[in-house]
């Protein structure tokens, strides 16, 4: 990214100067868009630059996973290819290849003079259209090769090949082949020979759909070079995501794996092993970020991620015993990513020891703010959240001055309930972001321009808690519970019990 451009942060417009949130300008840089968050903003930038781990620790919706995607957006762009090259002496231990970008561009040139150039059948030699089955040998009308019979004069265009099958079922269903075959009109490719600038070469017209593809001597001698290489496959393209989402990733999808192959990688029916082999996000997250929200619940599998983090390769392995995938393996596959991890307080002494040491050790770790001051600038922070969440959703409208005053208010309140904050506003702002929409939603019911005051007020009654809603319907949760189960339950219901009896603080339940 360019770095001077995209940092450069955007004039904040103060509430009391507003009309409405369409005047509030978005920051280009991602980072400039986490609010209130300005230690872990700066320890992203640092971490994107020098290549740092990070743990994020605070509760949900105050911007840890934004910031592990914006960090991905300041890192350069890949610089590797890795691929999955089939290995004859061994197929089931295929080897790794792994091509620097340079080398990626310079192939896909080899490879795009290797296919040729394309021409209109009506450009072909008449001889070479009508072998190919583009031009009716009986009236001349040109037609797809998949027509075998000319839509003009309804004759066939050719007669029907029957070609010598080598499939190991041919004695059974032969017949099928000879058809399909058949169906297309003429022969797949023509070899022939031709004069350019005084010299006869051979050159080839083959199908490409209603096309012909000419190949030259250039062009065979290409494909000749390429045929020589081992087959291969690739596994981590050169244009990928920097950005590897792995929360709640199962065995599989975190370390890879080989899939199965019913027909156990048998040469004429099967797969190779090397088409099989299916990355894990350790891998895809090469030269990127690997985010993992709610670290703790990956359990056993933490400690993978410090494997991959300190070896920065990884191998992949068939995973399923049963599985004709479970002999295959592949060594040393790259695997050098960031590591962005995030969990809630109290969940903290669930990650595992060695993990947390490898993170400090090549990071830093991070208490997420839950308020920030009430202040103008603050205030003004908070109007550029409601302008963000409006023009993210995409579907409501923008919101004028009073309700960007209400919100705040609503922010207000929030941080002296949830935080015992005095002058101050939350940055749990995952749920005032659900206000915003709520109201949004409202407006938009009511083919309103804008989203106004009355709208926020309206959704604060809309957006309440389940457990707010049944408080007032039923004066408890528990009072909730007890009229909620059916009479079967009841009786085995300790509430039932509660309910049916009245307490006396001498005796007891009566």
């Given amino acids: 990214m360019d ?39 700066e320890l992203a930038r640092l971490a994107a630059v020098q290549r740092r781990h990070l743990l994020l620790v605070g509760p949900p919706g105050t911007g840890k996973s934004m910031i592990a995607q914006a960090l991905s957006l300041h890192l350069p762009r890949p610089l590797e290819e890795i691929r999955i090259v089939h290995n004859p002496e061994n197929p089931e231990r295929p080897a790794v290849e792994v091509k620097k970008v340079d080398d990626v561009y310079k192939e896909r040139q080899s490879l795009g003079s290797a296919e040729g150039e394309t021409i209109d059948p009506r450009e072909a030699p008449v001889n070479v259209a009508e072998a190919l089955g583009y031009k009716c040998q009986n009236c001349g009308e040109y037609s797809s090769p998949r027509d075998h019979y000319c839509p003009k004069c309804s004759k066939p265009k050719a007669a029907p090949m ?8 041919s004695d059974l269903i032969g017949n099928l082949f000879e058809v399909t075959i058949g169906g297309m009109s003429g022969r797949d490719k023509v070899t022939t020979t031709r004069k350019r600038l005084g010299k006869e070469e051979v050159v080839v017209f083959e199908r490409a759909g209603d096309k012909i593809r000419v190949l030259d001597q250039s062009a065979l001698e290409k494909r000749r070079e390429l ?39 048998h040469p004429q029916l099967g797969l190779a092993p090397y088409e099989r082999v299916v990355p894990g996000s350790i891998h895809e997250a090469h030269e990127g970020v690997l985010f993992v929200d709610e670290l703790p619940h990956l359990g056993h599998l933490q400690r993978y991620i410090l494997t ?30 960031i590591f962005v991890g995030a969990c809630n307080i109290q969940d903290l ?44 959703d995409g579907r409501i409208p923008h919101a004028k001055k009073e309700a960007v005053i209400d919100i ?65 319907k039923y004066g408890s949760y528990y009072g909730g519970v007890s009229k909620d189960i059916s009479g079967a339950q009841k009786e085995s219901s300790p509430y039932y019990y509660w309910n049916q009896h009245s307490f006396d603080h001498k005796t007891g339940y009566s």
Avoid at 12 to 25: A, F, G, K, N, Y
Avoid at 371 to 387: C, E, G, L, S
Avoid at 409 to 424: I, M, P, Q, V
């Fill in 3 to 41: 770095t001077q451009s995209e940092n450069v942060k955007p004039m904040l417009r103060m509430v009391d100067e507003l009309q409405d949130t369409s005047e509030i300008e978005i920051p280009k840089d991602p980072l400039l868009r986490v609010i209130g968050q300005d230690e872990a903003i």
């Fill in 162 to 169: 029957r070609v010598q099958s080598t499939n190991p079922f």
């Fill in 227 to 265: 045929e020589k290489l081992n087959p291969k496959k690739v596994l981590i393209p050169l244009g990928r995501n920097p950005f590897i989402l792995a929360t709640g990733a199962s065995e599989t999808e975190l370390l890879g794996d080989v899939r199965h192959d019913p027909y156990g990688g």
């Fill in 308 to 337: 991959a983090m300190q070896e920065k390769r990884f191998p992949i392995s068939g995973r399923n015993p049963q599985s004709a995938g479970a002999s295959v393996k592949v060594e040393n596959v790259p695997c050098d990513f």
């Fill in 349 to 392: 002494p669930e990650i595992l020891s060695p993990l947390r040491s490898r993170i400090a050790g090549g990071g830093y770790e991070v208490l997420v703010e839950t308020t920030m001051p009430d202040t103008k600038t603050n205030r003004a922070k908070v109007a550029q959240f409601i302008a963000q969440e409006i023009v993210m």
């Fill in 408 to 472: 705040i208010t609503e922010s207000r309140k929030r941080a002296k309930l949830f935080d015992g904050k005095e002058n101050s506003l939350t940055l749990r702002l995952r749920e005032l972001g659900g206000l915003i929409r709520a109201a949004g939603d409202i407006a938009f019911q009511q083919n309103s321009k804008f989203i106004e005051a009355i709208h926020i007020k309206n959704a604060l009654k809309r957006a309440r808690t389940a457990e707010d809603q049944i408080k007032e």
